[in-house]
């Protein structure tokens, strides 16, 4: 059941807390099967709160009111914007949980933010847009990336555990921190990095891997030639390789890299 109340301009959708549900966000609606829509404008204030089973909170249209929080509540919850044909860009929060922040929907000179996400497992963008994961804010100190079948999975700690799954991902930008890129199938952008460390990790990758940290990828300067990062990977500090199965080509640059095939 979604139970709307609304004080001022701010208005606060709930989701039943015993079943697993949809809540559907269109431009001026939010709508659940059996249950009747909730209106909301332009200068309303929104937040969305899951339940304690698996939600999906599906964005299919841009809304007029300004979101200012999503909480999942419990359980494994997904937040939804593969009908929004725009370009997105998924912030971690500037703290060291590594988890989803808010998400910036671009559409041409406009910039609409989806603020407060809290207790979202996955988010999902549209398959064929510009799909940015922005490490940046974050201040864990190190940070494994997992890229396979068109997603990256952000994981902490040791062992690493999972915080956060972006579908569809395209492009990945980092900060001054440690990264390591577990990277199993193509990304289809670019990666982005600081003066950190960096590890490339092909040891579950099972075809041969060329890597060279000198050669620019054609047509893009400074982004250099990577098997599996379609667009290549732009660094300002160190970065390590990993090889896979095969005959592997690794080329360093003029740093301290590690290379191991």
Request: charged content about 25%; proline content about 3%; some cysteine.
């Amino acid at each position: 059941e979604i139970m709307p109340s609304l004080v001022g301009s701010e208005m606060c959708i709930r989701d039943s807390p015993y079943t697993d549900s949809t809540i559907k966000i269109e431009e001026s609606k939010a709508t659940q099967s059996n249950q009747p829509d909730i209106a909301f404008g332009a200068g309303d204030d929104l937040t969305i709160n899951g339940g304690a089973k698996k939600d999906q909170i599906e964005f299919k249209e841009i809304p007029l009111a300004t979101v200012i929080g999503v909480d999942g509540k419990a359980d494994e919850d997904i937040l939804d914007f593969s009908d929004i044909d725009k370009n997105l860009t998924v912030k971690l929060k500037a703290d060291a949980t590594a988890t989803a922040d808010k998400v910036e929907i671009k559409d041409g000179t406009t910039t609409t933010l989806i603020n407060g996400i809290k207790n979202i497992e996955t988010i999902r963008g549209e398959q064929t847009n510009q799909i940015t994961l922005d490490l940046t804010p974050s201040t864990a100190a190190d940070l494994t990336i997992e890229i396979a079948d068109q997603k990256a999975i952000v994981k902490k700690g040791t062992p690493p555990a999972t915080t956060l799954t972006l579908e569809n991902v395209s492009d990945i930008k980092g900060s001054d921190k440690i990264y390591t890129f577990l990277l199993k199938n193509p990304l289809r952008g670019a990666i982005e990095i600081g003066s950190g460390t960096t590890t490339l990790d092909y040891s579950a990758y099972g075809n041969k891997v060329t890597v060279d940290l000198t050669k620019d990828v054609p047509g893009a300067a400074n982004f250099k030639q990577a098997t599996l990062i379609t667009s290549g990977i732009k660094f300002a500090g160190i970065v390590n390789v990993t090889g896979g199965k095969k005959n592997d080509n690794l080329t360093g640059d003029n740093k301290d890299n590690t290379l191991t095939g």
